[in-house]
């Protein structure tokens, strides 16, 4: 080799990046650490992560169990709160009345009857029909609740056609949450 080709640096380079596997067997190894070659080198980073494991402290009894007791009380305490709305105590009727315009309605024309069902203000549903004089009797009907009103109004809607004069009565049988009838009468008068 002249000279012109030699360097220090070129020369000592395969001592940093190591040697290639197919060039260099190892002459012993040390743990996780292999020498190669005459003398002793700068030891190369280990060709995989080395982990060393962290020994945590010891914790003091009853340490966890204080860090998530307020979390655990709270959570018991929504689910809890939630359970009871979902599942609790159902809407409550406290009166029920139907009226109308005394009166009655005009010729050919249709009387709006109305009952008021009061409420404790919770949530649900009533479950009702209208039986009218004339012999006709609605199908079961709903009305939902929601949380906070205190009454609902149910409808009916009769109209009156022809001359003459009907003496009509209206009742609202409640089905549930309870068992509750109302009624009003009005009379239907239409002269020529």
Do not use: N
Not at 44 to 55: N, S
Not at 80 to 98: C, K, S
Not at 113 to 132: C, E, K, N, S
Not at 143 to 167: I, N
């Amino acid at each position: 080799m002249s000279d012109e080709e030699y360097s220090a640096t070129v020369l000592g380079s395969h001592w940093f990046s190591g040697p290639q596997p197919q060039e260099a067997v190892p002459d012993r190894v040390e743990g996780s650490v292999m020498r190669f070659g005459p003398g002793v080198t700068a030891a190369l980073p280990a060709p995989f992560p080395v982990v060393v494991p962290v020994v945590a402290p010891p914790r003091r009894k009853g340490a966890g169990l204080r860090r998530y007791t307020l979390a655990a009380v709270v959570l018991a305490a929504v689910l809890a709160y939630l359970g009871w709305q979902r599942f609790g105590p159902g809407i409550e009727v406290r009166e029920v009345a139907v009226t109308t315009d005394p009166a009655g309605p005009a010729c050919d024309a249709t009387a709006d009857v109305v009952a008021v069902v009061g409420t404790d203000g919770r949530p649900g549903t009533l479950t009702y029909r209208w039986v009218r004089s004339d012999g006709t009797t609605s199908e079961e009907l709903t009305e939902r609740v929601p949380r906070g009103q205190r009454e609902a109004r149910l409808h009916l809607l009769w109209t009156f056609k022809g001359t003459g004069s009907y003496a009509a009565k209206a009742e609202l049988q409640l089905l549930s949450p309870v068992q509750r009838t109302a009624a009003t009468e009005f009379t239907y008068r239409c002269t020529p």
